[in-house]
């Protein structure tokens, strides 16, 4: 054998240990930072819904590609080495470093075994796990795909992890199949409602905020197995993730596993401090209230709300309060708004001699059936008359204000059965007669209600700093509106959103239309006459 041969074997052979040099590098290379690590390890302690709610540019991608590929191997395969460079450089790790937060909480042995119980997933391969981003060719093509194919070997087709890839448009990933069985499908936001439903998942993630819809499919499929659900996330849109992740994470028995991140955090440091204060001056130049969500990683539940000043913790009382309130002299009220098929959204209100007006009670009222729930109704004209009179008997007050829908309650029917007759004009056959002079034009409604809604939260509230509005505890769907009463976005696709989206319009529209009307406290004393085209006031 020549030497020539020797030595081509001899350059074969160190090029086989470059490469496998260069895969385990690229499969073990991950060091999470400590707010990486609190979401990446939920997946190992039984957590159901694990969200990552953190900045832009904190790494919340990067860190679910490192989900995904745990998924389809099964484990993961840079725990080993990560807890042998935390023991070997304990003397020399500091903040900002990966390793400081084991080493603020543990001694160097007790730290590896900490990180080594982490190695195994528990996850059975062939594994099917899904990822939903907000749309292919940014979401998928240019942010997820880049990402994690960065973490697993290639060539991707036939590669030594990944056996092929099924793509749009021969371009952007749909279905990797990995050798090992396992399956990873992406979906996007744009996509139907139906697509996210049937499939079982053994864990899915949503790489920023999904359609309601959306992740109530996948809650279908991910019970067979009890999966877990992933999100990473800006808070920039979706409300109702404010219920569904921050609210149930606060509790004590939550299944719940919510990590967070600021972009000013010093283990962000792949950012220069310069280029930070770049991205938050940009971001309040375009959007100030952005700024807590892109930057400080917030989940304010503000951004997309008709009423972003609408807070909780100060516009919603107690019962106790309320009926504390009642027990003085208080002006009563109540508006509707009619439906058709769904219930009709009533809500009773009293006025205080401040002039405060106070939602109290409505209808419907169940917890668990909120508004947009309920696709049917059978209650008719005099159930609601009857329900209102007695409610009004119930307040012992001879001032009532009755508003309602002024575009359906004004509206002639076209049938021949009451040719004519208005909504009003059935309400009124059972003794309840409404004030539909109404200005229904939206703009003027909302900034009165932001009027009402108005405080300076940077003060103190207290008889100088309040609202003029608020909600009881006990009205679930008014409560609800509030918060989650949203532009509907996809009307413009170039400018903003000046139209409302329908799905908690019901309710959010008794607060605007009673507050536009601008109720006042009337003495007991008022000699006030009930007239149909008069204030809404009956005596």
């Keep these: 054998m020549s030497n020539a041969d020797d030595l081509a074997r001899q350059i074969d052979h160190y090029k086989e240990k470059i490469r496998a040099s260069k895969e385990k590098l690229i499969l073990t290379s991950y060091r999470p930072r400590s707010f990486h690590w609190e979401y990446i390890i939920a997946m190992m302690e039984g957590i159901r819904m694990n969200a990552f709610v953190a900045s832009n540019q904190s790494g919340k991608t990067f860190a679910t590609c490192v989900i995904i590929r745990a998924y389809a191997m099964g484990y993961h395969c840079w725990m080993k080495s990560f807890a042998q460079e935390v023991k070997r450089n304990w003397d020399k790790i500091e903040k900002p470093c990966p390793g400081w937060w084991f080493k603020e909480r543990f001694d160097a042995e007790t730290a590896y075994k900490h990180i080594m119980g982490f190695e195994d997933l528990g996850i059975q391969t062939p594994s099917m796990f899904g990822v939903a981003a907000r749309d292919f060719k940014v979401g998928i093509g240019k942010t997820i795909w880049p990402k994690l194919s960065s973490m697993v070997p290639g060539p991707y087709k036939n590669g030594p992890h990944i056996k092929s890839i099924d793509k749009m448009q021969g371009k952007i990933p749909e279905v990797l199949y990995w050798n090992n069985g396992s399956e990873t499908h992406f979906f996007s936001a744009e996509q139907d409602d139906y697509r996210f439903e049937s499939s079982t998942w053994d864990g899915f993630v949503f790489d920023e905020p999904p359609k309601q819809a959306h992740f109530v499919g996948i809650v279908r499929g991910t019970r067979v197995k009890k999966a877990a659900i992933h999100f990473s996330l800006t808070p920039l849109s979706e409300p109702w993730l404010f219920d569904t992740v921050l609210q149930d994470a606060k509790k004590p028995d939550s299944e719940v596993r919510l990590s967070t991140c600021d972009l000013f955090s010093e283990e962000v440091d792949w950012m220069a401090l ?160 409404f004030d539909a002079e109404i200005n229904d034009k939206l703009h003027e409604g909302h900034r009165e209600v932001r009027n009402y809604l108005h405080y300076d939260p940077d003060k103190p509230v207290d008889f100088k700093n309040s609202p003029k509005v608020f909600v009881s505890e006990k009205c679930w769907n008014i409560n609800t509106a509030m918060n989650r009463y949203t532009w509907d976005e996809k009307k413009s696709k170039e400018l903003a959103s000046e139209v409302p989206h329908e799905k908690w319009k019901d309710f959010a529209d008794t607060v605007r239309y009673t507050l536009i009307k601008k109720p006042v406290w009337l003495a007991p004393e008022s000699d006030i006459i009930w007239s149909p085209t008069h204030t809404g006031r009956i005596h």
């Design 274 to 433: 310069e280029d930070k204060e770049a991205l938050k001056k940009e971001t309040e130049r375009k959007d100030p209230h952005e700024v807590q969500a892109r930057i400080h990683g917030k989940f304010t539940h503000l951004l997309g709300r008709i009423y972003p000043t609408y807070n909780e913790e100060v516009h919603l009382v107690s019962e106790e309060k309320i009926a504390q309130l009642r027990l003085g002299n208080v002006t009563y009220g109540v508006c509707v708004d009619p439906h058709d098929r769904r219930p009709s959204a009533v809500a009773h209100f009293f006025i205080t001699p401040d002039n405060d007006v106070y939602f109290y009670k409505e209808y419907p009222n169940d917890p668990e059936i909120l508004m947009p729930d309920h696709k049917s109704c059978d209650l008719t004209v005099k159930n609601y008359a009857d329900m209102i009179l007695e409610e009004e008997r119930a307040c012992r007050s001879r001032l009532i204000y009755r508003f309602i829908d002024p575009n359906k309650g004004k509206t002639p029917r076209k049938t021949n059965d009451h040719a004519g007759q208005t909504l009003i004009d059935d309400f009124g056959e059972h003794g309840l007669y």
